[in-house]
């Protein structure tokens, strides 16, 4: 009865399109290589480079409520195709060798692009289950949205070995994202509906009052609180780790010609084994007992990080274990958000999810200002020390707020 019902979802005319628009979204041969690319190629300083990234945030940051404002009031759809343009726009910059000032630029249309999909695009997903009355398989639908997602990536990396293999520009693998993303806006406006909201009340008119309705959300909602909060932990080592593993892999030689494969392939093909072994668990997976799991893998990859240290010439086992510190994060982390949506209500879905972007999005941008120093200072013992206080500092809350997600 269940894989019948599975099959409805992933064929459903209202499901289906969102899969081919997150396909074409994710499509990134450029990962793997993309401080490579910034230093080479557009010969940008790592400093200047999470200059950049801090921009992106803030930019997103700034934006985050406002866009889940016109989502809320003028559709989830039309804030999600907008994303889709004015991230394309943004991106475009990097194809050319241009002054600082306008990769600048291009990080602020990209962080609007982010802020624009960052709440709509659950808020539009969700409310379309909602909708069809089978809101109960929406946690099965990002676990197949997420499997769709890593075929993009395989794909995407297997693509970029070819490109590289053959001597073709990098430049090359960076034009095709924009091409990818004019289908996904195509496959937006013509195949995907926007879904009747019924609101329970007026929406609130000004900017004050919906921060204020997010940050009452999370307020009033203990269990949603903490979720946030470890997803905010986690999320931080995370993005930490993947803006440093290209020079971690540098500093202990690993030859850049296997970037791509690691980061890209590698990752996606395991994170997509984790993905059919959740899909079979998923109904008996608790929150608890996701958080464990994400503390295990960090302590995991924080032991490696310390071996290496007096065994520096058995880089294999860095490459295993950010594969599986990558693949199994990213997948959990997924996970762990669709446990969110029951403790927040559709009238305002968009706005709160937007709410919790924007904290999200300030603290990366607040750290980007001093990761980039803290890595130039030293680079090994930045990485490890960071691992340990931020997982030393997830354990204890999770510790003491564990009998909430029972």
């Given at each position: 009865?269940f894989?019948?019902?599975?099959?409805?979802?992933l064929?459903?005319?209202?499901?289906?399109p969102?899969?081919i628009?997150?396909?074409?979204?994710s499509?990134?041969p450029?990962i793997?290589?993309?401080?490579?690319?910034?230093n080479?190629?557009?010969?940008?300083?790592?400093?200047?480079?999470?200059?950049?990234?801090?921009?992106?945030?803030?930019?997103s940051?700034?934006?985050?409520?406002?866009t889940?404002?016109?989502?809320?009031?003028?559709?989830?759809?039309?804030?999600v195709?907008?994303s889709?343009?004015?991230?394309?726009?943004?991106?475009?910059?990097?194809l050319?060798?241009?002054p600082?000032?306008?990769?600048?630029?291009?990080?602020?249309?990209?962080?609007?692009?982010?802020?624009?999909?960052?709440?709509?695009?659950?808020?539009l997903q969700y409310?379309?289950?909602?909708?069809?009355?089978?809101?109960k398989?929406?946690?099965?639908?990002?676990?197949?949205?997420r499997?769709?997602?890593?075929?993009?990536?395989?794909l995407?990396?297997?693509?970029?070995t070819f490109?590289?293999?053959?001597?073709?520009?990098?430049?090359?693998?960076?034009?095709?994202?924009?091409?990818?993303f004019?289908?996904?806006?195509?496959?937006?406006?013509?195949?995907?509906?926007?879904?009747?909201?019924?609101?329970?009340?007026?929406?609130?008119?000004?900017?004050k009052?919906?921060?204020?309705?997010?940050?009452?959300?999370?307020?009033?909602?203990?269990?949603?609180?903490?979720m946030?909060?470890i997803?905010f932990?986690f999320?931080?080592?995370?993005?930490?780790?993947?803006?440093?593993?290209?020079?971690?892999?540098a500093?202990?030689k690993?030859?850049?010609?296997?970037?791509?494969a690691?980061?890209?392939?590698s990752?996606?093909?395991?994170?997509?084994?984790?993905?059919?072994?959740?899909?079979?668990?998923k109904?008996?997976?608790?929150y608890?007992?996701?958080v464990?799991?994400?503390?295990?893998?960090?302590?995991?990859?924080?032991?490696?990080l310390?071996?290496?240290?007096?065994?520096?010439?058995?880089?294999?086992l860095l490459?295993?274990?950010?594969i599986?510190?990558?693949?199994?994060?990213?997948?959990?982390m997924?996970?762990?958000?669709?446990?969110?949506?029951?403790f927040?209500?559709?009238?305002?879905?968009a706005?709160v999810?937007?709410?919790?972007?924007?904290?999200?999005t300030?603290?990366?941008?607040l750290?980007?200002?001093?990761?980039?120093?803290?890595?130039?200072l030293?680079?090994?013992?930045?990485?490890?020390?960071?691992?340990?206080?931020?997982t030393?500092?997830?354990?204890?809350?999770?510790?003491?707020?564990?009998r909430?997600?029972?």
């Amino acid at each position: 009865m269940f894989r019948f019902k599975l099959k409805q979802i992933l064929f459903h005319s209202r499901i289906f399109p969102f899969f081919i628009s997150q396909f074409l979204n994710s499509w990134a041969p450029w990962i793997g290589i993309m401080v490579i690319y910034f230093n080479r190629y557009l010969e940008l300083s790592f400093t200047q480079i999470m200059l950049l990234q801090s921009i992106f945030m803030f930019s997103s940051a700034i934006f985050e409520i406002p866009t889940g404002i016109l989502g809320d009031k003028f559709g989830r759809k039309l804030s999600v195709i907008a994303s889709n343009v004015t991230y394309t726009l943004g991106f475009s910059f990097y194809l050319f060798k241009l002054p600082f000032v306008f990769y600048a630029l291009g990080e602020i249309l990209m962080g609007i692009g982010r802020a624009f999909g960052s709440g709509s695009e659950e808020a539009l997903q969700y409310d379309t289950f909602k909708e069809l009355k089978i809101e109960k398989y929406y946690q099965k639908f990002v676990s197949l949205q997420r499997s769709v997602i890593l075929i993009s990536f395989i794909l995407s990396g297997l693509f970029a070995t070819f490109v590289l293999d053959k001597g073709l520009s990098m430049r090359f693998l960076w034009i095709t994202t924009p091409i990818s993303f004019l289908f996904s806006t195509l496959v937006l406006i013509f195949f995907i509906k926007e879904p009747k909201v019924k609101l329970e009340k007026e929406l609130v008119p000004n900017y004050k009052e919906y921060l204020k309705s997010a940050l009452e959300t999370l307020r009033e909602s203990k269990v949603l609180k903490t979720m946030v909060i470890i997803s905010f932990s986690f999320g931080t080592l995370r993005y930490l780790l993947n803006w440093s593993i290209q020079p971690l892999f540098a500093y202990f030689k690993i030859p850049v010609k296997y970037y791509t494969a690691i980061i890209l392939t590698s990752v996606s093909l395991i994170s997509l084994a984790v993905h059919q072994v959740l899909l079979k668990k998923k109904e008996n997976l608790k929150y608890l007992a996701l958080v464990k799991i994400l503390l295990a893998v960090n302590l995991f990859f924080i032991l490696i990080l310390l071996l290496l240290k007096f065994f520096a010439n058995i880089q294999l086992l860095l490459i295993l274990g950010f594969i599986l510190y990558r693949s199994l994060t990213q997948e959990l982390m997924q996970i762990a958000r669709s446990f969110w949506q029951p403790f927040i209500e559709s009238f305002n879905r968009a706005t709160v999810l937007s709410g919790i972007s924007f904290l999200n999005t300030l603290i990366f941008a607040l750290v980007n200002i001093f990761w980039g120093a803290l890595l130039d200072l030293n680079l090994y013992w930045s990485v490890v020390l960071t691992s340990i206080v931020l997982t030393s500092f997830t354990a204890l809350f999770a510790y003491k707020f564990r009998r909430s997600w029972k």
